[in-house]
DNA sequence: CAGTGGTCTAGACCACTGC
DNA sequence: CAGTGGTCTAGACCACTGT
């Protein structure tokens, strides 16, 4: 943590086109990137930059949103601005929901996560009847009603993700998919125990900015995009019989697959 | 595209703790999803706001950036500030790199985008060798020098896409895939040709938001994302031949994958 | 308490757009 | 040209943090 300014932000250019606000916050860029300040070190505040600088104070908040957008640095009211430590991040691979995976008696995330030495949690679990939009009703074959679960994941108590699963309400109503906890290997285990051998899923892909909900939910610091991810799981005839809809907190996750060349 | 300010937006509540500029970026944000200003419209001017809801020009600028950081809209200097457009998407299936389709005699790129309708180009295209970087060496099983084939993928005139591909010099020195244009079916139809039968590709995806580098390269609107792809190619004897590190503007582009169940 | 960032004002001048 | 957003100033008061 760097004590004296002058000693790693240089001077502005003012012959440069390029906006004084720009031009300080390339500095301090610059300086985060070559390691002058490193994950989780004190940017010199607001103050020691309008005095280095000889700017006003807006010109330096406004070099510092710029660094904010980019998801470089986190502010921390009367604390101070940070460089944004990264999160361990959670790996999710294509074989993730191999068959083998649903023999053991933990969930996959309890088992993943620990492993990786994390600390897991899900909360806000909540299980209840649906219509379902239209959206999730045509990927699942148009259904009226559908089960929807919905719960959130927490490694090392900071959320993660969240996600809502929907599964036909025929398939679903009185077996154990309708209770909080599905038993061992989870809602696909049941769903092969009532006979939907499953086949493959589907996964569609996307990255967005989140919305205000989505922050609050995933408590995201700001610059961090979400990935938002949907499982379809079709069984051995060829029937959808769940939609997962997850939103991910970008900066914890790494998706892997793999794909055949044939 | 409304026409009275008045009409669409509310006024604010100076009995709550919600910061007013916070209140003003609410009221937008929910006229925009709630489709009173449509994609493409231009919401009223700074100087309309500022009249509207009777505070300074900065307080209004200050609703306006936090939904340009959401990705909601998007300013163009002169001319106000618009409702985002979303363009058209590409979806990424995981077949894309089947062996059959690599037989035709176009690029995948280009049949795929036709198809769909849009006009595709490649620019930017740059071929040379190169000493690897430690992640990229890593993962090629430590080759000394690699082949880097830069290029730049558009649609409709847009970027969506910037890529590398390595590959280790030894396999690709003296062959079509050190020239400029490798012949159809790209580099994969050639690597098959000179013996490297393809197995499997790996893909590990995160995303995060663009470095001002690639925000210039894919020209990308404030608050949106990139998706980072590397993609790693296995021939039939196990060994990597070919690392393909990519990055595209999120807005652009869907990815789909299929996973077994076994 | 002093130091930090968060919000807000009321101006100013500039650069770009379209008529 | 008038209207738009882009940059910048020089203040003010507030809320949160640590000692």
Same mark, same amino acid.
């Given at each position: 943590?760097?004590?004296?300014?002058?000693?790693?932000?240089? +001077?502005?250019?003012?012959?440069? $086109?390029?906006?004084?606000?720009?031009?300080?916050?390339?500095?301090?860029?610059?300086?985060?990137?070559?390691?002058?300040?490193?994950?989780? $070190?004190?940017?010199?505040?607001?103050?020691?930059?309008? %005095?280095?600088?000889?700017?006003?104070?807006?010109?330096?908040?406004?070099?510092?949103?710029?660094?904010?957008? @980019?998801?470089?640095?986190?502010?921390?009211?009367?604390? &101070?601005?940070?460089?944004?430590?990264?999160?361990?991040?959670?790996?999710?691979?294509?074989?993730?929901?191999? /068959?083998?995976?649903?023999?053991?008696?933990?969930? +996959?995330?309890?088992?993943?996560?620990?492993?990786? &030495?994390?600390?897991?949690?899900? $909360?806000?679990?909540?299980?209840?009847? @649906?219509?379902?939009?239209?959206?999730?009703?045509?990927?699942?074959? &148009? !259904? /009226?009603?559908?089960?929807?679960?919905?719960?959130?994941?927490?490694?090392?108590?900071?959320? =993660?993700?969240?996600? =809502?699963?929907?599964? *036909?309400?025929?398939?679903?109503?009185?077996? !154990?998919?309708? @209770?909080?906890?599905?038993? *061992? &290997?989870?809602?696909?285990?049941?769903?092969? %125990?009532?006979?939907?051998?499953? $086949?493959?899923?589907?996964?569609?892909?996307?990255?967005?900015?989140?919305?205000?909900? @989505? #922050?609050?939910?995933?408590?995201?610091?700001?610059?961090?995009? =979400? #990935?938002?991810? #949907?499982?379809? +799981?079709?069984?051995?005839?060829?029937?959808?019989?769940?939609?997962?809809?997850? =939103?991910?907190?970008?900066?914890?996750?790494?998706?892997?697959?793999?794909?055949?060349?044939?």
């Amino acid at each position: 943590m760097p004590s004296q300014t002058s000693a790693v932000l240089g +001077a502005l250019d003012p012959t440069s $086109d390029r906006a004084v606000f720009r031009q300080i916050a390339d500095q301090l860029r610059e300086a985060i990137d070559k390691g002058r300040f490193k994950e989780g $070190d004190k940017l010199p505040s607001e103050t020691e930059l309008v %005095e280095h600088y000889g700017v006003s104070r807006m010109t330096v908040r406004n070099s510092l949103s710029v660094l904010q957008g @980019e998801g470089l640095v986190v502010s921390e009211h009367g604390k &101070g601005v940070f460089v944004r430590p990264r999160p361990p991040v959670r790996r999710l691979a294509s074989d993730r929901f191999a /068959r083998r995976h649903r023999q053991q008696g933990k969930a +996959a995330f309890t088992v993943e996560a620990e492993a990786a &030495g994390s600390r897991p949690e899900v $909360d806000s679990l909540e299980v209840k009847e @649906e219509r379902p939009s239209q959206d999730i009703a045509t990927r699942l074959g &148009g !259904p /009226r009603k559908v089960l929807a679960r919905r719960r959130r994941y927490l490694l090392d108590g900071r959320p =993660v993700e969240f996600a =809502v699963s929907y599964i *036909p309400l025929d398939l679903a109503s009185g077996t !154990p998919i309708a @209770e909080p906890n599905p038993g *061992p &290997g989870g809602i696909y285990a049941r769903l092969e %125990e009532l006979g939907h051998h499953l $086949d493959h899923f589907d996964e569609e892909i996307r990255a967005r900015m989140p919305s205000p909900q @989505e #922050i609050r939910t995933l408590r995201l610091a700001a610059g961090v995009p =979400v #990935i938002h991810l #949907i499982r379809t +799981a079709y069984d051995s005839e060829g029937r959808a019989v769940e939609v997962c809809d997850t =939103v991910m907190a970008a900066d914890a996750y790494v998706l892997s697959y793999q794909l055949p060349a044939t």
